[in-house]
């Protein structure tokens, strides 16, 4: 589907995107209020940390960060049946937004594997870059048969999305596009799915039985639909948001996840809240007594540079290392001091980055463009300052991370084990389409900034 104003009736996809995050964003501080309470510490820090490094403002007013940091938001849903996914890549797509990725979390223990939807074209990211990690359930990794088999059968009899909403997809989808009024009327529709239900589809011993297999499988089968369990502002000092936490009444998790803290920030860092004990009914629930489920939960980013695929493979290295230390998992004592100093391997000034090929840059023209630079070097460009190297954003996401915040989220003490099983075409025929490979288009950004700059200073263009 076009992400383009097909014609002047049409609503942007851009637009569309932003009226559902908002929409989902103010749902979920009804349904959640300590989130409220957390996009008001993010807001708080975001703006003593641009305070307190005016180059980093300067930076990211440059790039058009600035506009995009307080919208910023990520969510992540659950879903059970190829259906369900397949029917949410057409859903997205109303909103621009596509699958960017494939991660494997059964190797740490989760039985689902994911993607995430977002806007993968550089203006669409900047107007907002809203996306939604996107998992779906791996009932093969359910070992008993019969367990499995139920599963299946109460994940086959509810539809998580309503009859108006699906209309409206393939209205979208035929007409290239939705009007003002249609465009409203598909938010209120996709919230639904988002929803959270406090009845749950099944008995107490279901949910018990299924929650023993796995906390996360419950979570997935036991509902109504795939409530979002979290939305996740972006941050510009994790560790401070951190700190604050427990001054305003949230239950920060033990550390954060990703790399350690440094001057020039890489990839993706996470914390959360814990998640919350909410009340919920069996089908067999009699009177006021009620169970409890627990799922949802507060989590903050902070994103850095994108890095290349000898950027990645160094970042997994060293994080590798971490990890095998004497079982040193995130919950290790000394973990952070580990990490810190496994990571002293990782340069950490951006000139570095770039000239080693870790990390990727877009580049930009400072003041007017002249040709007379013809035949000159891109580095010695660079350091006359009449060339820019801002680094580009990674909008992706970790899977070990994301593991990490769903066991910590997840209670119960249980590490559950899963052989080492990716199972990419699997989970993209259930997609009913091919992931994008994120690397490859942060590749291609770097090469369309360059070929740009290029070209307008007359140099070669493989400069």
Known sequence: ??????????????????????????????????????????????????????????????????????????????????????????????????????????????????????????????????????????????????????????????????????????????????????????????LETFRWHSEATVDAATYTALQQAHRLIADVVCFKGPHINHLTPRTLDIDAAQAGMPARGMDAKDVVEGPPRRNCPILLRQTSFKALKESIRFTDTQGNALGAHTARFGEIEQRGVALTRKGRALYDTLLAQVRSMDNAGSAASDYTERLQAAFAQFPDDHTTLRQLGLAFYRYSISGPASNNHAGADLETLIAQGVVQAEPITYEDFLPVSAAGIFQSNLGGDEQKHYQANAAQQAFEAALGGSVHDEIALYEAAQQRSLHKVCEALGLAVNA
Do not use: C, W
């Open 1 to 190: 589907m076009s992400h383009t104003q097909p014609h002047s009736g049409f609503v942007s996809s851009n637009d569309i995107r932003t009226r559902f995050s908002r929409a989902m964003s103010d749902m979920y501080r009804k349904e959640v209020p300590q989130y409220g309470t957390l996009v008001e510490l993010v807001a708080d820090i975001n703006a003593q940390a641009l305070q307190a490094d005016p180059a980093l403002h300067a930076q990211l007013s440059r790039t058009g960060e600035l506009e995009r940091l307080d919208v910023e938001r990520h969510g992540a849903i659950r879903v059970g049946t190829a259906q369900e996914l397949s029917t949410l890549r057409r859903l997205f797509a109303v909103m621009g937004m596509e699958a960017v990725g494939y991660y494997d979390l059964s190797v740490a223990g989760v039985p689902v594997h994911s993607t995430a939807f977002r806007p993968v074209k550089d203006e669409d990211l900047l107007a907002n870059p809203f996306r939604v990690f996107t998992s779906l359930l791996r009932l093969e990794l359910i070992q008993d048969p019969a367990l499995r088999a139920q599963a299946q059968e109460i994940l086959a009899r509810r539809n998580i999305f309503t009859p108006r909403l699906l209309e409206l997809i393939a209205q979208a989808e035929r007409d290239g596009g939705l009007n003002d009024a249609d465009a409203d009327s598909f938010v209120q529709e996709a």
